[in-house]
């Protein structure tokens, strides 16, 4: 069992900067996959970014590409989320996941990951 905690949303403008982060506790971190989901009001959840354990391989969702930065610390447990130049669209309630299956390449379907966070509010103004 692993039990993780996001922090780190907030308000910010068009363009601006935030970083998540997802603490767990329970196990070890290290031999987990990783993702970060969002979702916005009236849609459905959607992936985000997410990393492999056992790979080492990282993806991203189209949308945040070039944007968004995943990365991880073993030491502390923790995973984040470095989230720059945001837009209005980027606005939903973020979440991170784990799962201990180790797939080689990143998972982007939120139904194969089994722990989630409680989820984060990023609210982005124009």
């Known amino acids: 069992q692993v039990q993780l905690v996001e922090s780190g949303g907030g308000l910010v403008e068009a363009g601006g900067s935030l970083r998540l982060s997802c603490a767990a506790s329970g196990r070890s971190f290290s031999s987990y996959h990783l993702g970060w989901f969002r979702q916005a009001p009236g849609q459905e959840r959607e992936f985000v970014a997410g990393m492999s354990w056992s790979s080492g391989s990282i993806n991203y969702a189209d949308s945040v590409k070039g944007r968004f930065t995943i990365s991880r610390d073993n030491a502390k447990n923790t995973v984040y989320l470095e989230m720059n130049s945001l837009k209005p669209e980027d606005t939903a309630v973020y979440y991170c996941?784990?799962?201990?299956?180790?797939?080689?390449?990143?998972?982007?379907?939120?139904?194969?990951?089994?722990?989630w966070g409680q989820g984060t509010q990023v609210t982005v103004s124009s």
């Open positions: 996941a784990a799962t201990r299956a180790p797939y080689s390449t990143v998972v982007r379907t939120a139904t194969r990951y089994d722990y």
